[in-house]
């Protein structure tokens, strides 16, 4: 009864304490993290069954200091492997192993898998959800004492995770939704686009909605994106055809000034020096 009593206490505090975060992932991380630093676990994890593929994935791990994460490592794993457990779990039971070496003989591949990880005694729970199960919760290295306890204050955690990953899963598909909201919005906005020249303070319609419907009803959807493809790139081509001949009158008429310019110099020093000869002439005349 006392140790009952004691693992409500903590789920209390873990509570409170994953309460502090904002997001559900945080929430359900702080979660664990605190269970396990009070129960004085190795590693504390988080399967999520996907049925459609057969398989099941660590969600979320917590490790004490120096013990080595596997998260990375267990995504997909094949549930055959540890077919037995499911088994137990379909009883209403929970899977207590206080030693691995019991198990090696019978069940080999979870033997394998469980040395591999360097776990030596452990107990795991199922995760229910509308009396199906839909992963599972467990304790690597546990300290060996009650293990009854342990696992009905896992049964009662489990409760609470479950809780948590439905709200999670509320709060991915919001976000989802909020995203499409705001892009549908968007493409209002963008539903028509002009192209504006601001020196001729004239504009063309690059794209409309009708347009766009138009191309379909007549040109199958396929021909869609090209036609509009095709009727930007001669707009653009257009527009830049007006440019050069804009640039080339432009350089036309500089070249014109630049002509006419050297030739008034040269007309200007033409009277200068007829000016100066003649001024020369009648000195001479003078002297004479």
Known sequence: MKTIIKYELVIN?????????????????????????????????????CKERHGTDNTYEWCAQGVIPEIDRLQNVDMDVIKWWYD?????????????EDIKEEHRASYDMLKAQNVRNVVVCPLRYKDEISGFFGVDNPPKSDYRGLTTFLDMIGTLLISFLKLRNSFIKSNKEAKLS???SLSKIYASMYLVDVQTKRYHIIKMTDQIAEYEEKNGKENIEQSIMQEKAAKYLQKSCVQVEQEDETTNENAKDTQNSTTENKDQNTDQSSDESSDQSSTDNAQE
């Open 88 to 100: 137990t779990f379909s009883k209403g039971e929970s899977i207590i192993i206080t030693d691995i």
């Open 182 to 184: 705001s892009y549908s």
């Open 13 to 49: 505090e873990a509570l409170i304490s994953a309460l502090n975060y904002h997001t559900p992932d945080e929430q359900i991380n702080e979660f664990i993290r605190f269970f396990g630093r009070h129960i004085g676990s190795d590693r504390i994890y988080i399967f999520e069954d």
